[in-house]
């Protein structure tokens, strides 16, 4: 019994405890922004009554974000751009990172450390160069400059991560594949290809994460509310001068992240063994 | 059907030559074993004939055509991994189709040289399965049984056998040889252990640093290594190497090897009469040293006294190790031996049966 009870103290401390502290962290938001979207003005703006409860909940705000914003038009506007710059990214990542996890070429490895600089090199910096590129092809306030611009740091990240996972597959698989009578484009695509999906999931997950909260290039390339994504629309939107609708501001950015909470949850799995990468023969 | 031709065949990487100008030429239905320690150019030779790796120099024809630029799946070979390759996202029976597949076999015929090639290998129960769910001795037959089905006019094994444990090896062994035999189809063979290479190939290429050192019939590399590295190679335990200098006394020739001579057969006399007075190596398998006197034994017989360092009991026979001087050296002796460890005892050396070697070039004199 003993040791029953000291293997039980053992993991309540280094693993119960720790684990519902993280959990409350990381759900906090989520239950703010829940709770704020859900509170009447009078118990939001009132600094008495207690901050992490509702009293009388209401769907005034969240009336108000799809009545009288364009949020549902935001959204269709992010989930179009976001699924077609991830889609960009991921085949041109699949590309490049297996020529740079499998072909034989000079310069391969200082080829990949370049295109990994370049996700470095911060949007803040680029995002003037890139207006002015982004002007001159008449694409300014259109699905379009988004869709051309994220890839500029969303492929580089795709490549990195699946030449990464790349090169754990065996490359006995691919030349087997070869002499059995597979050119290297079928080997890599009946091969290759389905080995690696965790590992394009998770890219393709993160691409998508990414390109659906992307800020800055779309406050800048963005003008017309009609053209705006969820996070650009509801802070220009839900923002008037120095007032603040925090009830439908914190509604917007509820539905703004179920897509995505929703995607994770589905794919956990293959996302854990994308990132940890593991084909056995 | 068809035979492997390899000429002035030359791989370098960057300043690394892992494979020098090698000729071979291994006829159609033979089994050939390239055999050598790591490092020595034997899977970079394999992978160049399978296509996998590119020709520096050199050319290889395979049933007389010149396949230099030829991609692998048009060479008609099929080649079986050391981690056997399987495809871990296919069953058996997918792993085995795919090569017939691509060919765009009907489906009919697939499935026929699938379920055939799985009733050889005893397999069939097996092809509903995915790789993981299989052991690693029938991870190896789905291997072989994807390269027979597509047919091919030559097989390639890459060290097929070494990720498995030893009792399985010694059948998968036989196994691939009877395979031979029913197939009646060339095979080359790389493996690093010496023991596979006598006991399946019908000729054993031996190579260390990118060069052929010998290439015969088992036996007659064992019983007529070329080199000290060949004899040291192949054979376990590996030949006996004495330093010695080759010394006329009266009308004989003998080798002083400091702490003790031994008398060359008269019939070698004229063979060795170059290095008289030179340094040479005389080397001596196991086996032609005994420790009891052999009368009644054909062969002539030389002496010396040695010390028993180790005595190691093998069942069937017992393994001597003995030292003279500063030599020191292995006996493979009778079971019933009455030899004991730190005694001295009488050995007898087959001097019929010594190999002698320049000390310098190494090569067999």
């Known amino acids: 019994m003993a040791a029953v009870g000291e293997t039980f103290t053992k993991k309540l401390f280094s693993f119960y405890i720790p ?83 499998r072909l034989r070429f000079k310069g391969a490895s200082a080829l990949g450390i370049a295109i990994f600089i370049t996700y470095l090199v911060p949007p803040t910096l680029l995002f003037i160069p890139l207006a002015e ?56 695509i009946w091969i290759i290809l389905p080995l690696a999906t965790p590992g394009i999931l998770s890219a393709g997950m993160f691409a998508f994460t990414l390109s659906w909260n992307e800020f800055i290039y779309a406050l800048v390339f963005l003008s017309s509310p009609t053209q705006k994504t969820i996070p650009v629309g509801v802070v220009s939107e839900l923002i008037k001068g120095d007032v603040f609708f925090w009830g439908s501001l914190m509604a917007g950015a509820l539905f703004g992240s179920i897509p995505v ?15 940890t990468g593991a084909v056995k023969g | 059907m068809a035979n492997v031709i390899l000429e002035k065949l030359t791989k370098k990487f960057d300043d690394v030559i892992a494979v020098n100008a ?45 396949v230099n630029d030829v991609a692998p799946k048009d060479r008609n070979i099929a080649m079986v991994f050391q981690n056997y390759a399987l495809y871990p996202h296919m069953t058996v029976y997918k792993n085995m189709a795919f090569g017939l597949k691509l060919r765009k076999f009907p489906k009919s015929e697939i499935d026929e040289r699938v379920r055939r090639a799985a009733k050889i290998l005893g397999i069939e129960q097996l092809l509903d399965r995915k790789p993981k769910q299989l052991s690693g001795g029938q991870r190896q037959r789905v291997a072989v049984g994807r390269a027979i089905v597509r047919d091919p006019e030559v097989f390639l094994f890459d060290e097929p056998l070494s990720n498995l444990d030893a009792k399985l090896r010694v059948a998968m062994r036989g196994e691939l040889v009877k395979l031979h035999h029913r197939l009646e189809t060339t095979m080359i063979y790389v493996t690093h252990d010496q023991v596979e290479a006598m006991t399946m190939g019908d000729r054993i290429v031996i190579m260390k640093d990118g060069l052929i050192q010998q290439v015969g019939a088992p036996l007659e590399v064992y019983d007529h290594p070329s080199n000290i590295f060949v004899a040291g190679f192949i054979g376990s335990p590996p030949m006996n190497f004495f330093r010695g200098t080759l010394v006329p006394e009266k009308d004989h020739l003998f080798i002083d090897m400091k702490s003790f001579k031994l008398k060359v057969p008269d019939e070698r006399k004229k063979r060795y009469e170059r290095y008289i007075r030179k340094e040479v190596v005389f080397g001596m398998r196991p086996e032609d040293i005994i420790d009891s006197t052999p009368e009644g034994r054909s062969g002539e017989w030389d002496k010396t006294t040695a010390v028993v360092d180790v005595l190691e009991p093998l069942g069937a026979e017992v393994m001597l190790e003995l030292s003279k001087g500063e030599h020191s050296f292995t006996a493979r002796v009778d079971p019933h031996t009455n030899s004991r460890v730190h005694q001295e005892i009488t050995v007898y050396f087959n001097m019929g049966k010594m190999h002698l070697f320049d000390a310098e070039t190494e090569k067999v004199i």
């Open chain 1, 19 to 101: 684990l519902f502290f993280f959990t409350i962290l990381m759900l906090f938001p989520f239950y703010w922004m829940f709770i704020t979207s859900i509170k009447p003005n009078r118990e939001l703006y009132n600094v008495k009554s207690l901050p992490f409860w509702v009293f009388n909940p209401t769907l005034e705000h969240w009336k108000y974000l799809f009545k009288n914003t364009l949020f549902t038009r935001w959204a269709l506007n992010t989930l179009f751009i976001s699924i077609v710059s991830t889609a960009i990214s991921l085949i041109s990542g699949i590309m490049a990172g297996y020529a740079l996890s």
């Open chain 1, 261 to 275: 909470a929703l995607i994770y949850s589905f794919f956990v799995e293959h996302y854990v063994t994308g990132l």
């Open chain 2, 22 to 66: 090698i000729d071979l030429e291994i006829k159609d239905k033979e089994f050939v074993v390239l055999v050598g320690p790591s490092g020595c150019g034997k899977s970079t030779t394999l992978r160049m004939v399978a296509g996998l790796e590119e020709i520096t120099e050199g050319n290889i024809y395979i049933g007389g055509r010149l």
């Open chain 1, 133 to 188: 590129v982004v002007h001159n092809f008449n694409l300014l306030d259109t699905p379009w400059a988004l869709i051309l611009t994220y890839p500029t740091f969303l492929i580089p990240f795709c490549t990195w991560l699946l030449s990464g996972y790349f090169k754990t597959i065996p490359k006995e698989l691919e030349e087997c594949a070869r002499i059995d009578g597979a050119t290297r484009l079928q080997a890599m």
